[in-house]
């Protein structure tokens, strides 16, 4: 690990300043992501900030009779609420589907979002990758690419968003809130938070330089039935090789969100409407275009059985 200077911020705006006048500076809360990172000299920033402090912490009423996440929540109390397990249950499922419980207990929401990809050519700096260096090459591209993506995906980049957090958040609209090395705060829909590889797949977020995320908000809750199912390698701490996140209406209606197929999490509200025709057909339209290759081309027909199921536990027929 290199070396590096740390101070503690006292206020969002604070934080935020701290990391505009360092280029390179990155903020840090439980670590669970960066500090391996660092480890593996990945990332190598000059300067951190320790934004624990900030207050962050709570979970409130919004607005409207959503909830404000603050930024600093840990993922284990956020599952654990009972407003969360209440209303919004597919992202209480979606975050015990995540890691281990130790690393629950220190992983907070804003990282969660902005945890960085899996992709084991990410991860080894003996091997080109364009999110890593850009200009490099992508090695996943001709390698063992079993845990990539199928959709969204461009001819610099196939490496997926790890969250299943960050899935769950999608089918569910949320909006995260920032505050600007200036003191000006912004929302950003999620959306649009995440971002496709296009020619920059090291751009991963629609965040500006020094930009801090101070909580993520839920909309009114959404009824229906809530489900995220995750298929993986093994039965814990492991990553999705697909994973559905669905909110279903008993007419067959409902929203759908994919984890595991491409660069973010994955979701397509004007393939909806085919939600009641069934699986397969809601499939075809929410993946055409997807382009496999030979080790993840089992991935589309996986979504359908898993989506199939879902949709047959909440009383539909596929």
């Known amino acids: 690990m290199k070396a590096f200077t740390f101070e503690r911020a006292r206020t969002p705006a604070e934080a935020a300043a701290a990391a505009a006048r360092t280029p390179g500076a990155r903020f840090i809360a439980g670590g669970t992501n960066l500090v391996d990172l660092m480890k593996l000299q990945i990332e190598t920033p000059p300067h951190l900030i320790d934004v624990n402090g900030l207050a962050l912490d709570r979970i409130e009423p919004a607005p409207g009779g959503g909830l404000r996440i603050g930024a600093l929540v840990r993922n284990t109390d956020l599952?654990?609420?009972a407003r969360v397990r209440k209303d919004y249950?597919?992202?209480s499922r979606a975050l015990l589907a995540g890691a281990s419980g130790q690393l629950r207990n220190k992983a907070t929401t804003?990282?969660?979002?902005?945890?960085r990809t899996r992709c084991?050519?990410?991860y080894d700096t003996a091997q080109a990758c364009n999110k890593r260096k850009p200009g490099s090459g992508c090695a996943a591209m001709d390698g063992i690419n079993r845990q990539h993506a199928i959709v969204g995906t461009?001819?610099?980049c196939i490496a997926t968003h790890p969250s299943d957090m960050a899935v769950a958040m999608r089918v569910l609209d949320a909006t995260v809130e920032?505050?600007?090395?200036?003191?000006a705060t912004r929302t950003i829909p999620i959306a649009d938070f995440h971002r496709l590889p296009g020619n920059t797949p090291q751009r991963e977020t629609a965040l500006e330089p020094g930009e801090l995320i101070t909580a993520v908000t839920l909309p009114a809750p959404v009824g229906g039935r809530h489900e995220y199912r995750k298929v993986r390698d093994r039965a814990s701490y492991a990553f999705a090789?697909?994973?559905v996140a669905a909110i279903v209406q008993r007419d067959g209606r409902g929203r759908v969100a994919l984890g595991g197929v491409a660069h973010k999490p994955w979701r397509m509200e004007a393939a909806e409407p085919l939600l009641p025709n069934g699986a397969e057909a809601f499939t075809a339209q929410l993946l055409a275009g997807a382009r496999t290759t030979d080790h993840n081309a089992f991935k589309p027909p996986l979504v359908t059985r898993v989506l199939s199921d879902v949709l047959q536990e909440t009383g539909r027929t596929t």
Do not use: E, M
């Open 79 to 81: 599952a654990a609420d």
């Open 89 to 91: 249950a597919v992202l």
């Open 110 to 115: 804003a990282g969660n979002l902005l945890q």
């Open 120 to 122: 084991p050519y990410f």
């Open 154 to 156: 461009s001819s610099a």
């Open 178 to 183: 920032t505050v600007r090395p200036g003191g």
């Open 241 to 243: 090789l697909v994973s």
